[in-house]
Nanobody, 128 residues
Framework: QVQLVESGGGSVQAGGSLRLSCTAS????????MAWFRQFPGKDREGLAV????????YFERSLKGRFTTSRDNAKNQVYLQMDSLKPDDTAMYYC?????????????????????WGQGTQVTVSS
């Protein structure tokens, strides 16, 4: 079965960086768009970044203002989220997810219902 495992979360001071990893198994990883989401306590999961199956196209939620980047290594079945200049407001649980449809990439509809499989999440805590 499909399994996603996030890692790399932790505690960091404001201004610091973290690199999250997501390792996928049980699917032809290089056929799927991947995405990163985060969830604040008591809130819905929100989309952060999307990367196409080649790693050639990416899309980011505008409020991130260039602080986050995403990449992937299809040979390792991994996708990454590099987070720089972290702020206390970035404190949340972070998730990776696989798009429902093979091959499909879009910047216009990346709501959580478009993503079938999810990891268990990794906690990021940023202190001031």
């Amino acid at each position: 079965q499909v399994q996603l495992v996030e890692s790399g979360g932790g505690s960091v001071q404001a201004g610091g960086s973290l690199r999250l990893s997501c390792t996928a198994s049980g699917l032809p990883f290089d056929l799927y768009t991947m995405a990163w989401f985060r969830q604040f306590p008591g809130k819905d999961r929100e989309g952060l970044a999307v990367i196409d199956r080649y790693g050639a196209r990416t899309y980011f939620e505008r409020s991130l203002k260039g602080r986050f980047t995403t990449s992937r290594d299809n040979a390792k079945n991994q996708v990454y989220l590099q987070m720089d200049s972290l702020k206390p407001d970035d404190t949340a649980m972070y998730y990776c997810a696989v798009r429902n449809e093979r091959y499909y990439y879009t910047e216009y509809d990346n709501s959580r219902i478009r993503y079938n499989y999810w990891g268990q999440g990794t906690q990021v805590t940023v202190s001031s």
